[in-house]
């Protein structure tokens, strides 16, 4: 944490959003009285909300715990202003699918790994910029002007449909923290961040990315980089994000096109096999011999 407090302090004044990536807390936030003092100094000293990847621990009602792996917006006097909890797990990595029936012998390996679990769903986060251009007045904006986004954690930025529900639930912006150490000097970490790009096409939506061993930067919404960060190199970007309000066709209906696509292939076979299923050989029209 130090590493990204320097980091932070370097990239100095009037900040609307600070993002650490994934993990950037190694401790359960809310349940570490003595560390969260410590990120919330962090906060207050940076003057601006800040945006970071840490474990929640949460229980059953019968008290059993499980852990998420969420997103937390923190504002500067330390007050919790939102958290997403990532959807998409990884298979064997922070889950073990089936542990509770037929790969009961596996439970040990959960105990080692971790049980974490779903979240609820596409949850907005919000917070109030500072008002360098601030927006018309409008019915809309008679109160305060804030910012609604979505955060997207790890590998759930390869899932199209998954990011489609934060830009039709009305994300100005996206964000996507990640921790990708693990895939070391190769070719993967490119790979990730190209996928960024696709979403943003996608939704008409821009991104700010934040990976601990980079590649971190922003993207625009018709997918143009406009930052990036080497990989396994320590440093913080500094930029604008676009704030969108225009939905696309994909953004509102999903699938929908490919959907009707595979629907009309499927009928173009279908009378084609009828079609050559019902001509005779050689041929000749059909009909009933003199």
Known sequence: MARYDRLTAGLGDNLDLIVWPEAATPFVFEMEPQYRAVVNDMARRAGAP??????????HPDGRPFLLNSAYLLATDGQILGRYDK???VPFGEYIPFHNSFLFFLDKLVEGIGD???GPGST????????KNPPAVTA??????HVKFGVVICYEVIFPNLVRQFA?????FMVTVTNDAW????SAPYQHFGMVVFRAVENHVAFARAANTGISGFIDPYGRVVQQSPIFTQEALRGTVAVSHQQTFYSQYGDLFAYACAILIALLCLTGYFSHDTEPAGGEPAGRPA
Request: proline share 8%.
């Open 124 to 131: 907005l986060l919000m917070f109030k910029p500072r008002e």
């Open 183 to 186: 895939f070391g000097p190769s």
């Open 140 to 145: 809309a904006t008679l109160t305060d002007f």
């Open 50 to 59: 800040l945006l970071f990847g840490s474990p929640a621990l949460r229980r």
């Open 87 to 89: 959807q998409h797990l």
């Open 168 to 172: 039709a639930n009305g994300a100005d």
């Open 116 to 118: 974490f679990e779903a």
